[in-house]
């Protein structure tokens, strides 16, 4: 089965693969992981994770960014949902209802769920929270400008985060 992504083109999804691959994971979290076709295809490049958590909203969710309500998953994860190793979470808050505790520890995390301000620095800091040493958290949506991810990011890179950007793409990533 080919699964196309709409949210990422070949050379994000590439250079994704390639970011979580240089940590070699064993617990890999997606927030925001929508019909699971990220996660299918970093769980099929990568069969060593152990363990692919992917965070979702029901159906019924209403986006805080207007923009974003057309993104609400029908099925969240429907596409990872037939490997063993992708485990679902879902909350009317989206990651803005989770905390580390309801998590375990991680080596990488993908953040491209609710891209407002508030919940992407939620999610950054539940990331930090959650990242193993060594590890990574990667965003999706720097730069673009229908959604707040960059103002976020560059105020946690002027509070000292160490993220980098991957050019020509909408890909940000912080080594733990």
């Not at 069969?47 to 692919?52: A, G």
């Not at 309500?69 to 879902?90: I, M």
Request: proline share 6%; charged share 20%; net charge negative.
């Amino acid at each position: 089965m080919r699964l196309d992504n709409f949210y990422l083109n070949a050379e994000e999804t590439a250079a994704l693969v390639s970011l979580i691959a240089s940590v070699k994971p064993r617990v890999v979290i997606e927030i925001g992981c929508n019909q699971g076709i990220t996660a299918a295809t970093i769980l099929k490049a990568l069969p060593y994770i152990e363990r692919y958590i992917g965070i979702d909203v029901p159906p019924d969710h209403k986006t805080t960014l207007a923009c974003q309500q057309s993104e609400v998953p029908k099925v969240a994860g429907w596409c990872a949902a037939n490997d063993p190793r992708f485990w679902l979470l879902t909350n009317e808050r989206g990651s803005l209802g989770i905390g580390p505790q309801d998590l375990e520890p991680a080596d990488a995390v993908f953040i491209d769920g609710d891209h407002s301000a508030k919940a992407v620095t939620h999610d950054s800091f539940l990331s930090r929270a959650l990242v193993r040493p060594n590890g990574i958290i990667i965003w999706h949506d720097y730069k673009n400008p229908a959604v707040e991810v960059t103002q976020v990011i560059d105020e946690l890179k002027n509070q000292g985060w160490p993220i980098k950007t991957i050019e020509n793409s909408w890909l940000a990533f912080c080594r733990v």
